[in-house]
């Protein structure tokens, strides 16, 4: 009876501390669940009308390792360049509004690349349902693959920095733990992925994390999780936090913020030169 009592005591306190540490090092989130959240879903405003006039670049096609062909919108460097900027779209898929980003990524930083890579293969949604369908159905091992394309495409040399928003910005950080040591800079705007400190082991980017006070989602809580275990693992980050609520840099979304928008575009810009461009 006594070694029972000691035998369970001990399963007792192992289950707490395993409680213990998970809840210190991990928030489970996931942007696929947030898709069947009826208040995130309408929280995105359905994007403006907007076509892309006079656009610094061309879709192009590359090859991923699993047999396909992947798609990007290609801003092609004006001088022979090693830089690169993969560039990472919201729910609603790659379409000329982060088109747009990308041509004014590639005016302000000058000698760069731009990739804005096509995660949904094709597939763009005007409707808040398709976006959640398309965001809850994105295969991880098809995007994991695209990156790793795009990282072949730029070259073994090439410099790579990241940006994505929501459900792009966890596919930034992605894509800068998958570049290893060509990553150089990685730009999250109020996106997220599950992570422990043991996540970052690859990670060489140093990351700045964008985020909203008043997100629904990605709490501060999450953010500051994120942070916690970037920095136990030993990885340079900066947080920015502002009073704002979620998709709050999206000039088509009822929460836009102008002013926290250009002030975090000026954060990204001076982040991309003094890490990327120098």
């Known amino acids: 009876m006594y070694r029972l009592l000691i035998f369970l005591s001990f399963i007792l306190f192992s289950s707490i501390n395993f409680a213990q540490e998970k809840s210190c090092c991990q ?36 090859k ?29 898929g790659l379409n000329d509004n982060i088109k747009r980003e990308a041509d004014e990524l590639q005016k302000e930083l000058g000698n760069v690349n731009i990739m804005a890579l096509d995660l949904y293969d094709g597939q763009v949604a005007t409707k808040r349902e398709d976006a959640a369908k398309l965001m809850q159905s994105n295969d991880k091992t098809r995007s994991m693959e695209i990156i790793k394309g795009a990282i072949k495409f730029a070259g073994k040399d090439a410099e790579i920095g990241t940006i994505g928003w929501c459900f792009g910005g966890g596919w930034s950080l992605q894509a800068s733990i998958l ?13 997220i992925i599950e992570n422990t400190p043991e996540t970052f082991k ?55 913020d102008e002013k926290a928008t250009n002030e975090a575009k000026e954060l990204t810009l001076k982040f991309f030169k003094e890490n990327l461009m120098k």
């Not at 991923?64 to 729910?91: C, L, M, R």
């Not at 990605?218 to 920015?240: D, F, H």
Request: charged share 25%; hydrophobic share 40%; aromatic share 16%.
């Open 27 to 62: 928030v489970d989130v996931s942007f696929a669940s947030f898709g069947e959240d009826k208040s995130f879903r309408e929280a995105h405003q359905l994007p403006k009308d907007f076509v892309l006039q006079d656009a610094k670049g061309k879709m192009i096609k590359f």
């Open 64 to 92: 991923t390792a699993d047999g396909k062909e992947a798609n990007a919108y290609y801003i092609q460097s004006p001088k022979p360049s090693k830089k690169f900027v993969f560039v990472f779209h919201e729910w609603w």
């Open 179 to 191: 570049a290893g040591k060509q990553g150089k800079a990685c730009v999250i705007y109020y996106g």
């Open 202 to 256: 690859d990670l060489n980017a140093p990351v700045l994390g964008i985020f909203a006070e008043k997100d629904g989602w990605i709490t501060p809580e999450v953010y500051g999780n994120l942070e916690k275990n970037l920095k136990a693992a030993g990885k340079k980050v900066t947080v920015k936090s502002f009073n704002a609520d979620h998709a709050f840099a999206n000039p088509s979304n009822s929460n836009f």
